[in-house]
């Protein structure tokens, strides 16, 4: 063994004692008790200060009402009609004891006005600080979003400007290199230079290819994956190459709409447009170049009549769909777009929650092993392993977004957001 085998060999080995090492489990059991318990807690101390501080200023509410009725009954029938009969009946001044009973009222009224000022400065600055403490959770609460990242949309580490504006796919390499379609290219990127162009719909033969649908990576095949509507490409990122899978191709009547290559897997699923308006599920095998199994639509609800978009992570398959209800005593129809997630079986685990109405397409893009970030449009949601939504976000209008893929994180903890960008027609890296 050299010397260079036997150093991998220790730094593999005091890696695997390490790992043996960990009490993953117990720390993150312990910081889940210690994150219930401060949420019981909080809730305890929040509704009893809420209790109480309701029940003091229900009564400073009661008593402010009778310090007014009290003294201004005193002033109104009192104080001020001696004193302007004064003035009016141009009488001598007030004895001196009278002087002094009126100045003993007037200082008594004066001296509770102001200890209810105080009050009402105390009850003021003690808003402020309810406030204040509002402004606090929300900053932790702001620190702690995932999508928190995309305030810097407008002010990328990078930026590559496109020919064109209109296609929304986009696809990232294990090694940083990015694939888009624009202007009737395919073009490759790495993280500092555009690299390399392939025409689209130029072949040399001049047969028809149709459309592109849709572009994945493939861990198993290491290349960049073009599906079009009628065909199925790879393109090796380091050679630059298109070529055509002739042995994948969609059945008679259909059309390829997405594809979902699983991570750990030679397998794909095809998710197939029908003459129908229907929408079939394939899974092939890239390793013999056959089909595995078709899924008809029937795994889909009576309503649902376009699926934009199919990702997979290790445990699941997240297809997105949308759904078309005509309105009862009405022709006008409404439009819900949604993520549903599978198994590998076809299978659906979850149903997800309506995300919005109309707009263009929806894409989806694993955010990590357990979460899917999800775009349309302007429209950003974190969705988590159950579908539910765990954050949203809005781009802001003066900007158009078409795509977005997620990188993993760093060892500074850091993700990398690549984004297809329609308005200005660029794509960025954040």
Known sequence: MSVSDQLLHERARSLLTLIDGLQIENDLRSSRRTLDDWRTEMFSLINNIHLTTTSKLDSLTGRLNQL???????????????????????RKHL?????????????????????????????????????????ILKNIQRDNMELSQLDNISVPKRRFVLDSCHSPYLAVSNDNHMLIEDDNHLVLFDEQRRMNEIPWQKQKDDSFIGSIK??????????????????????????????????????????????????NSSDAFFALTTSGSRTNIERWSFLSGSLIKRWYHDIFESDDRLISCIRANETCLAICIKQQKTEKNSHLTNEQWRVDLFDFTL???????????????????????????????NDIWLLGEQGECIEEKHIHEREQLHNIIVRDEDIHGQRQFIIKMGKPAELRII
Not at 71 to 89: F, G
């Open 68 to 90: 007014k009725q009290r003294h201004s009954a005193v002033l109104r029938q009192d104080i001020i009609p001696n004193l302007s009969k004064t003035m009016i009946e141009r």
């Open 347 to 377: 299978v659906r685990m979850y149903r997800g929650v309506n995300l919005k109405s109309g707009g263009l397409g929806m894409y989806i893009t694993p955010f990590d092993d357990r979460s899917w970030l999800t775009i349309n449009g």
């Open 214 to 263: 849709d572009l994945i990576f493939s861990n198993y095949l290491e290349q960049f994956c073009v599906l079009s509507s009628i065909h199925f490409f790879t393109i090796d990122p380091h050679m630059s190459t298109l070529d055509k899978t002739e042995q994948i191709k969609p059945s008679t009547g259909s059309h390829f709409q997405s594809i979902a290559c699983l991570p």
């Open 95 to 135: 004895s001196d004891q009278e002087l002094t009973d009126i100045k003993k009222k007037i200082t008594k009224i004066d001296s509770h006005l102001q200890v209810f000022g105080r009050l009402l400065t105390k009850i003021t600055n003690d808003e402020k600080k309810l406030v204040e403490q509002i402004e």
